[in-house]
């Protein structure tokens, strides 16, 4: 026996349990304790200096071997536009998209998925760049920084 649930939202959680009755043995029951958890994601403020190197982790606290079974995509996005940069499918080399001018020769990925890009320019000031992984269809946790450049 199976229960399928569709459309899951956080208020599905809790205790589930299946009961039938048998013969000769009388009734059967198993439990499951089910936690549905909302989608993850973190914002941050980051500052830098005009022309300096920006280097935006992917996830605070993982690393390289910990997000390497994922596909995971780096996005910009400004007033509501969302754009791909770069994108990374599990243990293959990355895939630059190159649509975007602004950024067609200064982003890398860097360490642990780092998202590298330099030099700095006032174009980057108020953009949001953002980290998708995807640790399953239906789960993904997401991290983004708005950047602010600074000039000297």
């Known amino acids: 026996w199976a229960l399928h649930l569709k459309n899951l939202t956080v208020s599905l959680s809790g205790h589930y349990e299946c009961s039938f009755a048998t013969y000769p043995n009388g009734t059967k029951a198993a439990q499951i304790q089910l936690i549905v958890k909302a989608e993850e994601e973190r914002h941050y403020l980051k500052k830098v200096w005009l022309n300096q190197t920006l280097e935006i982790p992917c996830l605070e606290n993982a690393t390289s071997e910990n997000l390497s079974p994922y596909p995971l995509k780096w996005l910009v996005s400004e007033n509501g536009r969302e754009e791909e940069l770069v994108t990374k499918e ?24 780092a998202l590298k890009i330099f030099p700095t320019k006032i174009i980057d000031d108020n953009r949001v ?22 000039g000297k």
Do not use: D
């Open 90 to 113: 599990p243990f293959c080399p990355a895939v630059y998209k190159n649509s975007s001018a602004p950024y067609r020769q200064r982003v890398s990925l860097g360490l642990n998925n």
């Open 129 to 150: 760049f953002s980290c998708h992984v995807m640790y399953h269809p239906e789960r993904v946790q997401k991290s983004s920084i708005t950047v602010r450049v600074f």
